[in-house]
């Protein structure tokens, strides 16, 4: 309950930072770029660099507990930490007005919500699960490191070019051994186990295969097995992604079973990437 008003109160009293803003007489704001669970986003210019950069700042409700700000500080410590191209940059931190934040690298590309729902993609099962391929060596990077990501969704997937990032460590936690394993939770995605993030990449991949489902009018709704007109094999890896079917233990199986799904489909031809 305390929570809820917490969070009630943070949404009514919480005054994000407005374009043109100057962000400790360094990052002037350009735009908001969108809210998440612990940080408002926005693009900057860096006026001491001369580049644009993405700047988060801690949002009000989570910097009124200790949890909000150990969680923030971790964030950046483990983005600090990538070395890898298919995350952003970390750049530098610092505080304005009280208000933790952190830079990191500008990705001038579009995530996978914008581009199915705002530019209508139509992304075939070859090209699904190709994408879902690429992503995966994010999410094998993050596993080998003993980070879990927790948050495997649409609009945390960019295209940039022909290459996928994976951006927002807000709910990223290093592995636990002990905690290795399922649990009771009302949401599978925010588990400590590496099926937690194999079920998000399943909801993923479900995404991008119904952008190509033709939705009737008045028609009623069936299960996705009914409704998506995709291989056997297609259907066995998301099951087994969504904990319908005996779960994948590593990032090694799920990219042997997508690999020989998409050699079955025709290879690489033909795909958006």
């Known amino acids: ?10 949404h009514i009293l919480e005054r994000p930072f407005h374009s043109a803003d100057v962000i400790a007489g360094r990052y002037e704001v350009i735009k908001h770029l969108g809210a998440g669970g612990y940080g408002h986003s926005y693009l900057v210019f860096d006026e001491k660099t001369g580049t ?49 934040f952190f830079t990191m690298e500008y990705i001038n590309g579009k995530n996978f919500e914008q581009l199915i729902f705002y530019e209508g993609w139509k992304i075939t099962e ?27 969704r649409i609009p945390n997937v960019l295209l940039d070019g022909t290459s996928i990032r994976l951006i927002d460590l807000g709910l990223a936690r290093p592995l636990d051994g002990s905690k290795n394993k399922k649990g009771p939770s009302q949401d599978l995605r925010k588990e ?25 009018k008045n028609q009623q709704e069936k299960s996705w097995e009914e409704e998506l007109n995709i291989s056997p094999q297609g259907q066995q890896i998301i099951k087994r992604l969504l904990q319908i079917n005996p ?9 042997a079973d997508i690999h020989l799904l998409t050699k079955q489909l025709g290879g690489m031809k033909h795909v958006i990437l």
């Open 52 to 100: 644009k950069k993405v700047l988060k700042a801690l949002r009000l409700h989570k910097r009124l507990t200790k949890a909000g700000r150990n969680g923030f500080e971790l964030e950046k410590k483990l983005l600090g930490s990538l070395e890898h191209p298919g995350f952003p940059k970390y750049y530098e931190d610092g505080m304005h007005n009280t208000i933790p």
């Open 1 to 10: 309950m305390i929570k809820k008003v917490m969070l009630l109160l943070s």
């Open 192 to 216: 400590l186990n590496f099926q937690a993030d194999f079920y998000g990449l399943g909801h993923f991949l479900l995404f991008l295969l119904y952008s190509n489902f033709s939705f009737e």
């Open 247 to 255: 779960v994948y233990e590593n990032c090694d199986q799920v990219r």
């Open 126 to 152: 070859l090209e699904s699960f190709t994408i879902a391929s690429k992503l995966l060596e994010q999410i094998d990077y993050l596993h080998r490191m003993g980070v879990i990501h927790r948050d495997i």
